[in-house]
């Protein structure tokens, strides 16, 4: 636990939240300032702020929750699909400083957009280019 970590201190039942699911590892509870009907975070319940510091079993836990929760908050609201998406580091917008997955319901014509949409402008990127990234990605796998 992290003293001057919001989630921390809904986990800790320090400050309130309206939770829908919850396991010895995961918490799971509705955004409050939600991006659509059903908006819900899903955290580990240990202080993790990236998703590399996620061991693999608490990576499991934390996917399982995820599959679980996307088409309960989906069926809930009479969504018709769904964005997942993590923001990991502040750099891709990530505010609080402890893992969460967004659980965004969407409905048909709803305005928004794919999750193509939060990146920047597209690289224009060779054949080299994407095989030198490739070698790259795969390689940092590896380490
Ligand atoms: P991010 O930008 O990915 O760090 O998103 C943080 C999310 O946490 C935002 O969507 C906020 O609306 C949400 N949030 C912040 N404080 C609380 C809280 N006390 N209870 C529920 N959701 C919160
Ligand atoms: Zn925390």
């Known amino acids: 636990m992290s003293d001057d970590c919001i989630f921390c201190s809904i986990v800790?039942?320090?400050?309130?939240?309206?939770?829908?699911?919850?396991?010895?590892a995961v918490l799971a509870f509705l955004d409050a300032n939600p991006l659509s009907p059903g908006h819900t975070l899903v955290i580990p319940k240990a202080h993790e702020r990236r998703?590399?510091?996620?061991?693999?079993?608490?990576?499991?836990?934390?996917?399982?929750?995820?599959?679980?929760?996307?088409?309960?908050a989906q069926d809930a609201v009479d969504?018709?699909?769904a964005n997942v998406g993590i923001n990991d580091g502040e750099a891709a917008g990530q505010e609080v400083p402890h893992v969460h997955?967004?659980?965004?319901?969407?409905?048909?014509?709803?305005g928004g957009a794919p999750i193509h949409?939060?990146?920047?402008q597209r690289p224009d990127l060779s054949d080299t280019e994407l095989d030198s990234i490739a070698d790259d990605?795969?390689?940092?796998v590896g380490e």
């Open 101 to 110: 997955v967004h659980v965004v319901p969407r409905f048909e014509g709803d």
């Open 117 to 120: 949409a939060v990146a920047g």
């Open 51 to 72: 998703v590399a510091d996620l061991d693999a079993a608490l990576a499991s836990d934390l996917f399982d929750a995820v599959a679980t929760l996307t088409p309960a």
């Open 79 to 81: 969504a018709d699909a």
């Open 12 to 24: 800790a039942g320090e400050i309130p939240a309206r939770t829908v699911y919850e396991t010895d």
């Open 137 to 140: 990605v795969a390689a940092a």
